[in-house]
């Protein structure tokens, strides 16, 4: 067996017919960049937006053609919309494709991008069966949102409730190594897949669907058909909450996102320094703009616990981060030491939070949960007046 590559695969879809009947979808133009990991094969096909339910047979041919091949395990091959004019909003949404069939050599189809709803208007349905779902934020990458995300998720799960954690950064998504879990969720019920479950909690990753090192080359229509797939076709109920872990940073992705998901409400992770400067506070403008409110701000590797003496040091100053928050308008949620036990047990996989439940840094992180739920259970709030010099 030789190995797959790119033009192999290209070879196989070049007998795909174009949409028109005429051509074929890679003379076309219309097959994205290949990614291949393994027997895994992911990539997208654009299509019209006007005819994306008229594209699922095209999409299942396609499949079809790549599954064929000698070494190929399973196909991801996602519909993307064209772009029309200058925004991703159409007046009304793309219907759905026909369901694909999952079976062992085909991943569930994702189905079109949905317009982005106005801000504040009722277009976002809930999913059912899940009560609120909470985005978990921050202004830029690298601050800790992942490790908050899945210590504030097992927290709430401490608290009593039936948790979730869709791992929306699939530009990296780091959540099936922050739980340790591997594989590839089962599909139940022709396209919806069953989360996988770790400590309790379900989770879905784009990382269960391709390796974590592939490098992710996504358009701004296929993020959207990846996220609507890990969100409306999960079977993530019964749940109280869905911590949504969103990709890091507050471009038209991340803006798109928090339009099109129905938040109850947003926390931002942020360290003192980004704090004081303009990142977290981009993050609350962004939510302020699509209607989502801020539960609070969630202050990452705050101050430091010397391991040998115990000794506390504050090195960016102490309250700092709450008075900010203070003046931003948004609660303060708690603050969260930089610690080696928190980077050893999050990186390998072994959450602090479930793995030393008693512990002082699980304290913290339930603490923070509880605040949360709180505000979160508070209703719709005004968004706060945020002040941006
Ligand atoms: P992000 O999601 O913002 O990119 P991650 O959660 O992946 O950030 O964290 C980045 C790195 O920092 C990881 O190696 C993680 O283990 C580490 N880290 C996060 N929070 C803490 C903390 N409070 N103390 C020590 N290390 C931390």
Redesign the pocket.
Known sequence: MTALDQERILASLRAVAGPDGTGDIVGLGLVSDILINGGKVMFSITVDAARAHEMEPLRAKAAAAVNAIDGVESTLVILTAERRGNSMATSAPPPRPAPARAHAHSSPAAHPPRPAPQPGSSAKPGIPGVGAIIAVA?GK????????AVNLALGLLANGLKVGLLDA?IYGP?VPRLLGLSGRPEAIEGRTLKPMEAYGLKAMSMGFLVEEETPMIWRGPMVMSALTQMLREVAWAPLDVLIV?MP?GTGDAQLTMAQQVPLAGAVI?STPQDLALIDARKGLAMFRKVDVPVLGIVE??SYFIAPDTGKRYDIFGHGGAEREAARLGVPFLGA?????V??ET??AGKPVVATDPDGPHAAIYKAIATKVWENAKGGARPAPAIVIE
């Open positions: 921050s990458g690298g601050v800790g949102k992942s490790t908050t950064d780091s872990d890091p992770v990452n590797m969260v030491p930089i610690e080696m928190i980077r999050s990186d």
